[in-house]
């Protein structure tokens, strides 16, 4: 093989294993969202961290040391998520009903690692226009 090709055919095999890698570090990197039917179901894979959508039950939000206790309901309020979360709470934490989640489920409860919630201006704006 002459020498271009053979350093066109080591540039061809880099780009695709640098592609490959990419793909797939963004695969495992976004979260797969599940709704709170289906964890309390066991239908998700438990060997990564993904997210719940949900509503938050007011009622249930318990401070216990630095760690936060609350559940996520599913939107017909039929079903409810432990949640324990460990670290800083967003600022608009229990002005709004609608939060996702993102951690993994243990034995008996949700372990939350981020608390994501709706961008408070849609809500704004929605009060503007009423």
């Not at 990419?22 to 309390?40: C, D, H, K, M, R």
Request: glycine share 8%; charged share 25%.
């Amino acid at each position: 093989m002459a020498p271009r090709n053979l350093i066109i055919f080591t540039l061809v095999i880099v780009i695709l294993i640098a592609g490959g890698l990419l793909i797939n570090s963004f695969g495992e990197s976004s979260p797969y969202y599940y709704t709170v039917g289906e964890v309390l179901a066991g239908d998700f894979k438990v060997e990564r961290n993904f997210r719940v959508a949900g509503l938050l039950n007011f009622n249930s939000v318990e401070r216990e040391g630095d760690k936060l206790h609350f559940q996520v309901m599913d939107t017909a309020r039929e079903n409810s998520l432990p949640v324990i979360y460990q670290g800083d709470i967003p600022e608009e934490f229990g002005e709004q009903p609608e939060l996702i989640v993102e951690g993994s489920y243990q034995q008996d409860h949700f372990q939350a690692e981020k608390i994501l919630l709706q961008c408070p201006s849609r809500y704004q704006e929605k009060l503007k226009e009423e």
